[in-house]
């Protein structure tokens, strides 16, 4: 008998009920949110660093963590990029990885960083052996004229790199 | 405004509709998205644009894996990607698009491959007919 009347207390209702309160509330104000429109929401702090300027000790640092101290193969990676690129929005570059895409011998992860960028990492690249070669374009944004690197990561452990310095006319953000 | 919120989810995929066995083709993909980065200011208020942007696609082959990538806010906005496929067997290619806010948008198309005698190549094994059958 004591058991059954400590389990509903007035407590344990007022909790329920202000949950329950909360919970509608929370979901009425998400749905409101226009999508595109600019507006403070509870994760933004979270969501966003305010980090605008660039810092490119960091991007150093990305690099030598990926690298970990392993040789570095120059003959394994190739990247195409632009020379000139008129609108640092839209710079269209392709990456291509030389080896067989057969038993250990092909890339798991390629990674491609921007060093002027405020957030330098721009993609990661996961393969498998059914892609049947390591081969994409994509396009990327760039703020001012500056190097592309491209590092592929080999199941067996060995890693290259490329670099290839891009003029930026316009630049894109901000 | 339905048509600025519609505008984001408008997704493209183009693949070959027929290839040869062990041919490598090619696969283009494009999502219109504006890639918000999450550093812009609204000029007049100064607020910033919360960071909106397409940070994960995975590619599939008959419900298996075969490529994926992360994407951070440096890709551009309406983002374009082509990538490479080897074709062995005849089946379904999904492309998935997943959003910051984790709504996910996908893409299908069909593939057939066809073997160096004109034979469409199926990915089950038809040995024993009536196995199949009985599985249906």
């Not at chain 1, 007035?10 to 009920?17: K, L, Q, T």
């Not at chain 1, 949110?33 to 509870?42: H, K, L, M, N, S």
């Not at chain 1, 660093?49 to 003959?75: H, L, Q, Y």
Request: proline share 5%; hydrophobic share 40%.
């Amino acid at each position: 008998m004591s058991l059954k009347n400590n389990f509903l207390t007035r407590r344990v209702v007022f909790n329920f009920i202000s949950g329950f309160f909360c919970a509608v509330s929370s979901k009425v104000t998400l749905a409101d949110q226009q999508v595109g429109a600019p507006f403070r929401d509870r994760f933004q702090t979270y969501r966003q660093t305010f980090r605008i300027e660039p810092d490119p000790e960091e991007a150093k640092r990305i690099v030598r963590n990926i690298i970990k101290g392993r040789e570095v193969r120059e003959d394994l990676i190739y990247l195409k990029a632009p020379d000139i690129a008129e609108n640092g929005n839209t710079v269209p570059i392709s990456f291509a990885v030389d080896c067989s895409m057969e038993g250990m011998d092909y890339p798991t992860v390629v990674h491609i960083l921007v060093l002027d960028n405020p957030f330098p990492e721009i993609a990661k690249f996961y393969f498998t052996p059914e892609s049947g070669e390591a081969n994409v374009d994509i396009r990327i944004r760039m703020r001012t004229s500056s190097d592309i690197i491209a590092i592929a990561e080999m199941q067996d452990g060995t890693v290259g790199k490329t670099m290839s310095f891009v003029d930026v006319t316009i630049g894109a953000c901000s | 405004m339905a048509s600025e919120t519609r505008k984001n989810w408008r997704r493209r995929l183009k693949a070959p509709e027929s290839a040869v066995k062990g041919e490598i083709i090619t696969i283009k993909t494009m999502a219109e998205h504006i890639m918000e980065p999450g550093v812009r200011r609204d000029p007049e208020t100064g607020i910033i644009y919360p960071k909106k942007i397409i940070d994960l696609v995975i590619c599939r082959f008959n419900g298996k894996q075969i490529y994926k990538t992360h994407w951070f806010s440096g890709v551009s906005a309406n983002p374009f990607m082509a990538f490479k496929m080897k074709a062995i067997t005849s089946g379904l290619l999904e492309v998935e698009w997943i959003d910051d806010y984790g709504q996910s948008s996908y893409k299908k198309a069909v593939i057939i491959v066809y073997d160096e005698n004109g034979k469409k190549v199926i990915p089950m094994k038809l040995d024993k007919i009536n196995s199949v059958k009985e599985a249906i």
